[in-house]
């Protein structure tokens, strides 16, 4: 198994500009998260999905965030325009969803907003 | 879910075990206690978990006292690819499966 695939692995970008990540849970994993971590702030859950459905967005900052996850094998989180507050990692995670299982997270993508 | 407390930071020497401790006091009795780590610039890892009963696995063990209010993550033989930041969280089951992680306790281990 590959694990939680996130792309891409760091992503530099101008104020203003639109960004997207990307990530692809394990396959028959049915719930999927999505975590930015700062120094200040640490860990922060932003969203997450059950069977593809958004359960819960109220960690999504500004209604410049956005997240969809069109199938069970892909994800997307979108910043549009992007702040250089927004400079972060962004982890993606997934899980079958039972208590008896932990997550297993994706290597993260380095955002930097300049 | 229950707040944890865990201490900060700590230095442990290679070759020997490695006691994390984790306070829970207001834990609930269906409320699970789970063990993340961190290796610097990587996504948390999954360690162990456990509701009442001692657990082990090939990674740690986790030990959880009998008025469930506190536990402590034991990494038996320390090694330098244990250095990592170590995240105690509890929660209960059909809660949204979503984990919060606090600040957690920066393990070092020391050649």
């Known amino acids: 198994d590959a694990g939680v695939i996130q792309s891409p692995r760091h992503e530099v970008t101008e104020m203003g500009q639109e960004v997207t990540l990307r990530c692809k849970p394990i396959?028959?994993?049915?719930?999927l998260f999505w975590y930015r971590q700062t120094m200040m702030r640490g860990l922060e859950l932003l969203i997450y999905f059950n069977n593809n459905v958004p359960i819960d967005d109220s960690g999504m900052p500004e209604d410049r965030f956005s997240a969809k996850m069109p199938n069970a094998s892909f994800s997307t989180l979108k910043i549009q325009p992007s702040e250089p507050r927004d400079s972060a990692v962004y982890f993606c995670?997934?899980?079958?969803?039972?208590?008896?299982?932990?997550?297993?997270f994706g290597s993260g993508t380095r955002l930097t907003v300049v | 879910d229950a707040k944890t407390t865990q201490p900060t930071s700590m230095d442990c020497a290679e070759g020997r075990a490695a006691n994390l401790p984790c306070n829970h006091s207001t834990i609930s009795g269906n409320e699970y206690v789970y063990w993340y780590r961190q290796i610097h610039s990587q996504g948390p890892q999954y360690i162990i978990h456990g509701l009442k009963n001692n657990e082990t696995n090939e990674m740690a063990s986790l030990i959880i006292t009998e008025d469930r209010k506190s536990s402590t993550l034991i990494l038996p033989h320390a090694t330098l690819r244990d250095t990592a930041v170590y995240y105690c969280i509890v929660r209960a089951p059909n809660t949204g499966n979503q984990f919060y992680f606090g600040t957690g306790t920066s393990l070092t281990v020391i050649p």
């Open positions: 995670a997934s899980t079958l969803g039972s208590v008896n299982y932990g997550y297993t």
């Open positions: 396959s028959g994993h049915n719930s």
